[in-house]
């Protein structure tokens, strides 16, 4: 009984997204994409590289982030795939105390993450005023990392760096017309645990 419950609603299920597939216009094979998220993977970073910090008794406090923005470009090449690129920027300032809180501020700490993945997008839903997809990117951040101190005497530093970085967007739901469409994702990696943004397809 539960076997023959779980065939027919698997069926029924199967049945109502066969429907709303057949309703969708592929003709448009681009779409470009804006994004804005929170937590990505470089925000990890500064969060890990201010812990580092207190090991060797430097106090990096007073954070401040502007958060992943994205722009990303994907090109069809079937009904359930496009594949193309995203470009994702994000920077982060803190307060530099090197002898701690209570001897008052020595500089700051400016980080710009720059970064650039290859990426691909399964559309596993598609109807016309709804959609819903799953993303996977890898590529390479280029961060730039500067201390300017306060005090005389003080040398400033810079320093920059190129390391691996990714996105994983386990699910994303898009909402509006056949053409521009508003998007929210979830998932990991330098575009957020969670962003949201605008989509146009042509």
Do not use: C
């Amino acid at each position: 009984m539960k076997k023959a419950l779980f065939i027919s609603v698997m069926m029924v299920m199967m049945t109502a997204v066969s429907a709303m597939a057949q309703k969708v216009d592929y003709n448009g094979k681009h779409e470009v994409a804006v994004s804005y998220g929170w937590v990505s993977n470089s925000d990890w970073i500064d969060a890990f590289e201010g812990v580092g910090a207190a090991m060797v008794g430097v106090t990096l406090d007073g954070e401040s982030y502007t958060g992943p923005i994205a722009i990303e470009y994907h090109y069809r090449v079937s009904p359930l795939v496009a594949v193309g690129g995203i470009g994702v920027y994000g920077s982060s300032k803190q307060d530099i105390y090197l002898m701690g809180k209570d001897h008052g501020k020595d500089g700051k700490m400016t980080n710009n993450y720059f970064t650039v993945m290859p990426s691909v997008k399964f559309d596993w839903l598609r109807t016309t005023n709804f959609g819903m997809y799953s993303k996977l990117a890898a590529g390479v951040t280029f961060r730039s990392e500067k201390m300017k101190y306060d005090k005389p005497g003080a040398t400033n530093h810079s320093d920059n760096d190129v390391h691996f970085n990714w996105q994983a967007s386990l699910i994303g739901a898009e909402v509006g017309g056949e053409n521009i469409r508003a998007f929210a994702e979830l998932g990991l990696g330098e575009q957020g645990m969670a962003l949201v943004g605008v989509r146009a397809r042509f």
